[in-house]
Structure formats: structure tokens, C-alpha cells
């Protein structure tokens, strides 16, 4: 089961709120009342299991055979997201806890044990061919709340081999994480972290958490040592993030063969049914917006007081503004349900119907695991919330994003039966990064001095930055390797530096004079896991353009615009997210939304040189 995470994982918060209240902590007993609750539920989740057995062979007997199978798959899947969710949250409420750990545990078994037993599910329903399913589902109107789902099965015929060579297929699966497997214990537990020494006298062990936090430092010194040090540690070691990233292109090209697809691009997207001119319309009109980029990082320049043509790549992480503000909680969930005022009544209570029952385990606390997720599956119950909140502005962004999902969990299950309501990732941060821009309005409308809009918006600006075009920058990357390899060429860790240099130098304007990137840094592609995952980045971009397409719309009050989009976060994983999207008035395949994003990132620069200006006739 999906939860879904932030972009940044914050850097690991060492204050532990001491005002908890007892209304501040979710409460899991929603889903179970006792552990021993939550056994029984496994016990009769593996009965159901055993019993599902009697589907196999029998799926295209009959129209009542095929519902009453499929009704029981999604039965017994929803109890399984339910044990999911209950051991995941309290492994997280608590990850030091031996009993928390062995739960989870228990759930992950229950978890191989359905895949097993679901095992023959689709290789059959591919097997009955879209004419016997159709035939099936027009026998039994009942049938209908599953065409979605067997038709996102037997689209695949295609690409799919025969009994032999799926088995084939299926015994090479179990040898095909080994490079990223190597890469992780690499990457995170085996790079011997540089020390390093900082102005203020204090040694830093710069592992992946340090180096998050040191990049930010004020002092310009420090974070050139800091990135200095760390890329070159990375840089030490680029051979052999090329072989680990090399591998896992050859095994996803390999795969695209066997898939009998043209390009592993091509494949990748087609697992959502997505058109291939999204992944290009975006990397076309990121290109485009470069200008506005650049706008970007010279205003960035000059607000951390370097002269023009001075900034480098260690410049890009320190806060814009610094801020002492405090926002206690009570205050940000108002600030939060003020701003999604425009969404309406039906929006606004159902968040504070979560806000007052215990949805959100709220504050950092050891043991706690770190960041912030919202975790929707157990459909019958609620969704989740685990923040580390500490009263500055980013957390209320955050509570805005997380609850932006929770409320997108809360609508779809609403509204949809269980196996429709699991929504794609492609539309999963639309509706996080849609209440962030609500945020933000609501945040400018309400500010009392311009330090305070310039917190908003320079907190607006980096999220921007952040998620629309340095991902848009990583999936231009991740297109071009793909490619290299789909067409029999080979990648070395230098190579690969290159390629990922050139389009890093591209989009921080080197040539235009905006940005310097050091040699060393270029290296810096071999610590973004994500390209292990197979483009799965780019949804981040397309993600925040389509939000701030339709943030627009609902704030500007076009009709419509408010219900096409309560329609969207009801409508789950009813149809191809691309569809779905489109039918909430973007279309992702076309420039406009990447137009909207660029404009409101213009917008938020716009008025904050308008505030520079006041300031300087001061
Ligand atoms: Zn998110």
C-alpha cells in the first residue's frame, strides 16, 4: 500500500515538543481497537486467502463467477490495507519498539502471503482476451465498478508472453535488484563521509543528513567547503555509481525488449496509460521557461548580497528569508482551513472533522520516524497523518500538503468502491501541491509587514524551484540515459557526469553568466536514488503544473473550476490518471499547465521585487 512522502525528507528535528496533548497524537485504535483485534483481522485475512483458491480456472466460467471472485479479491484486500496501515503507523509512532517491529513484520508476511495467492489473477483474466471479459461484464451490470480494473489488465495483452515465457520472466525477477541494492549500502551506510571543519570551529561528519543541513549554511565559506568536500567523496567513487546505475538502465532496457516496447520511456509510461507527449511537452516547456529560471537564481544572487555573475552551484540551498516567526499549531490548522475556504464547505469540514478526531500524530518525539506522510488505505476508517511539526512556517506548508493528500484519500474513498479509490501517483501531488498554493494566497492576503510576505514568498519560490524545474531537470536526465542504453550504448560514471553536467550547466544559465557549476559537482546524479525508479520523477513536475492550473481557476473563480476538481479528488483510480486529469480541465499533453507554473513562479518574483523596490526608495 501507497503512503505518500515528501519531496525533501527534512533534516532529522532534535527539539521534542514539550506541549503534546493527548488530542495531538492520532489514534490508531480507529482501526483497531487491540493488537489482538488486529490478529483476528489476520487470521481471517488468511482464510480468506486459502478459500480465494477456488477461484483459479474458474474466473471466465461465468459472469456471477467472475463477481463473486473479484468481490472477494477486493474484500480481502481492503482488510489487508487495514493491517497494513495499523502496523505501518504504529511501527512509526514508535520505530524502537520490538512489539511495533514484529507487527510490521507480520503484516509484510500477510503481505507475500496475498501476493502468492493473487498470484494467478491477472495472467487469467489476460488469458479470457478482451472479448470474453467484455462479454462477461455485459451479462452483469453488477460487473461494472471492475471494468477499470480488467480493462487496465487485458490492455496488456500485447506485452505479454506466453505461460513459458512469463515463468521465464518471473524466475530473472529474483536476481534484478542487485545494483541498487549495492548502490544503497554505497550511497547511505558504506561512503566514507568527509570531515569537515567550519567557521565556527565545529567538525562535520558530512554524511547524506549533514550534508542536507551544512549545504544551508549562511556562511558562504562553509558551504563551499561543505560542497567541496562531499562531491568530492562522491566523485571518488563515480566508477562505480556508474556500473550500479548503468546495470539498472541495462536491466530496464532488457525488460523493455521482452515487453516488446520501442523504448523503456515508452514502457515506463504506458504502466499508467500515459501519452508520451506529457513526459516531452514538460521537458519542452521547461526548457522554455529557463528565463524564468535564471530570473531566479540572479534574484537569489542578489538577495544572499552576491555581486551579479558571482553566484555558484553552493548557493542555491540557503534560505531566502530567515524568519523567527512562530506559528503554533492551533494557529497554522486555521491558517490551513481559512485558506482552503474556496474549496468549500464540504472540503472544510471534512478537514476539520479530521483535525479534531485524532487523524495526525503531530509532533517529533524520539523514536519517531522523521518527515512527514499521509497514508490513506484503511478505507473504511479515515486517512493518516504523521507530521514532525515545529511551529515554523515550512511545517505549515507541510500540514497544507499532507492534509491536501488526506483529503484526496477521504473524498476517493468516499466516493469510490475499494478498488477504485487507490489514486496514481501522477494525480497524487496535485492535490498536496494544490493546497499549498491556497496557502500561499491565503498566507500574502493575511501578512501584517512585508518580511512576512517575503517568508511566503520565498518559501513559494524554492517550492517551485524545487519541484517543478529541478525535476523537470532530473527527467530530461533520466529520458537521455534511458535512451543511450535502449539503443546498445554503454554509460561510465564519466560519461554520465557529462551528460548530467551539460543539462545542469543548461539550466542554471552557466553560459548566460547566471550560475558557475564547478567541475565536481557534476557528479552529483550519482546520489539521486530516485533514478533507480525508473521516471518516476517527472510526476512531481507535471504534478505542480497541473495544481497551479487549477488553483488559478478555483481562485479566480471560473466556473466550474471548484467542482471539476472536487471531481477529481473523489474520482480516485476510477480511470487512467491522464484521463482524469484532462477531465478536470488540464491537459498535461499540451503546454498550458507548464505555461501556468512558469507564470506563477513570475508572479511570486514579480512581488517580490516589488517589496526589494519599496525597500530601496526607503
Ligand atoms: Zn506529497
Redesign the pocket.
Known amino acids: 500500500m501507497r503512503t505518500?512522502?515528501?519531496?525533501v525528507p527534512f533534516v532529522a528535528s532534535t527539539a521534542f515538543a514539550a506541549t503534546e496533548r493527548p488530542e495531538d497524537r492520532w489514534n490508531l485504535a480507529d482501526m483497531y481497537p487491540s493488537v489482538k483485534a488486529w490478529q483476528e483481522d489476520g487470521a481471517k485475512l488468511e482464510s480468506q486467502l486459502k478459500a480465494f483458491a477456488g477461484c483459479r480456472g474458474k474466473l471466465g466460467e461465468s459472469a456471477r463467477r467472475l463477481k463473486s471472485c473479484l468481490d472477494a479479491y477486493a474484500d480481502f484486500t481492503k482488510r489487508y490495507a487495514r493491517l497494513e496501515t495499523y502496523a505501518s503507523q504504529l511501527h512509526a509512532e514508535d520505530t524502537g519498539s520490538a512489539e511495533n517491529l514484529e507487527l510490521a513484520d507480520k503484516a509484510r508476511q500477510l503481505g507475500a502471503q496475498r501476493e502468492e495467492a493473487i498470484s494467478f489473477l491477472k495472467p487469467e483474466i489476460l488469458r479470457l482476451g478482451r472479448t470474453r471479459v467484455e462479454a462477461l461484464l455485459k451479462e452483469d451490470k453488477s460487473l461494472a465498478m471492475y471494468r477499470h480494473y480488467v480493462d487496465d489488465i487485458v490492455r496488456m495483452a500485447a506485452h505479454t508472453l506466453d505461460t513459458k515465457g512469463e515463468g521465464i520472466v518471473a524466475s530473472f525477477e529474483l536476481s534484478e535488484g542487485a545494483a541498487y541494492s549495492a548502490y544503497k549500502i554505497l550511497a547511505n551506510a558504506e561512503l566514507p563521509w568527509p570531515t569537515v571543519k567550519l567557521s565556527d570551529g565545529q567538525e562535520v561528519r558530512l554524511d547524506q543528513s549533514a550534508y542536507t543541513e551544512h549545504r544551508e549554511a549562511r556562511n558562504r565559506e562553509d558551504r563551499k567547503k561543505v560542497f567541496d568536500a562531499f562531491w568530492g567523496k562522491w566523485k571518488e567513487f563515480e566508477r562505480t555509481f556508474g556500473v550500479t546505475l548503468q546495470e539498472t538502465l541495462k536491466k530496464d532496457t532488457v525488460y523493455t525488449r521482452v515487453r516488446k516496447y520501442p523504448d523503456t520511456l515508452g514502457r515506463s509510461l504506458d504502466r499508467e496509460r500515459l501519452p508520451p507527449a506529457v513526459y516531452e511537452t514538460l521537458i519542452a516547456e521547461s526548457n522554455k521557461g529557463l528565463p524564468t529560471l535564471h530570473r531566479y537564481f540572479r534574484l537569489r544572487g542578489r538577495m544572499l548580497g552576491l555581486e551579479k555573475g558571482e553566484m555558484r552551484y553552493y548557493d542555491i540551498y540557503p534560505p531566502l528569508v530567515s524568519s523567527s516567526l512562530k506559528y503554533p499549531l492551533d494557529q497554522a490548522k486555521t491558517m490551513v482551513l481559512e485558506a482552503v475556504k474556496p474549496l468549500g464547505e464540504r472540503y472544510v469540514s471534512a478537514m476539520s472533522k479530521g483535525f479534531e478526531n485524532r487523524w495526525m500524530d503531530t509532533y517529533p518525539r524520539p523514536r519517531k520516524q522523521s518527515g512527514a506522510h499521509m497514508a490513506g488505505s484503511a478505507y473504511d476508517v479515515h486517512p493518516y497523518v504523521l507530521m514532525n511539526y515545529n511551529d515554523n512556517y515550512e511545517s505549515v506548508s507541510t500540514l497544507a500538503?499532507e492534509w491536501g493528500?488526506a483529503m484526496h484519500s477521504y473524498f476517493s474513498n468516499a466516493a469510490q468502491p475499494f478498488i477504485n479509490s487507490d489514486y496514481a501517483t501522477f494525480v497524487?501531488?496535485i492535490a498536496?501541491t494544490f493546497n499549498e498554493a491556497l496557502l500561499l494566497e491565503h498566507a500574502l492576503k493575511n501578512a501584517k509587514s512585508d518580511d512576512e510576505r517575503l517568508l511566503y514568498l520565498g518559501s513559494a519560490l524554492e517550492n517551485l524551484r524545487g519541484t517543478f524545474f529541478r525535476q523537470a531537470m532530473f527527467a530530461e536526465f533520466e529520458r537521455d540515459i534511458h535512451a543511450r542504453v535502449d539503443q546498445g550504448e554503454s554509460l561510465s560514471g564519466k560519461r554520465l557526469s557529462g551528460m548530467y553536467g551539460e543539462i545542469l550547466r543548461r539550466y542554471h544559465g552557466e553560459r548566460e553568466g547566471v550560475v558557475k557549476i564547478d567541475e565536481l559537482y557534476t557528479v552529483e546524479w550519482a546520489y539521486i536514488p530516485h533514478f533507480y525508479y525508473t521516471f518516476y520523477v517527472f510526476q512531481y513536475a507535471t504534478s505542480i503544473a497541473a495544481s497551479s492550473l487549477l488553483a488559478d481557476a478555483v481562485l479566480k473563480g471560473e466556473p466550474g473550476a471548484r467542482e471539476r476538481y472536487l471531481k477529481l479528488i473523489s474520482a480516485g483510480g476510477s480511470d487512467y490518471p491522464y484521463d482524469l486529469v484532462k477531465a478536470a480541465g488540464v491537459d498535461l499533453a499540451t503546454p498550458t499547465p507548464y505555461q501556468a507554473v512558469i507564470a506563477r513562479m513570475n508572479r511570486v518574483m514579480d512581488e517580490i521585487e516589488a517589496i526589494e523596490a519599496r525597500r530601496n526608495r526607503r
Request: charged share 10%; aromatic share 12%.
Open positions: 505518500f512522502l515528501l519531496l500538503h493528500h497524487a501531488e498536496s
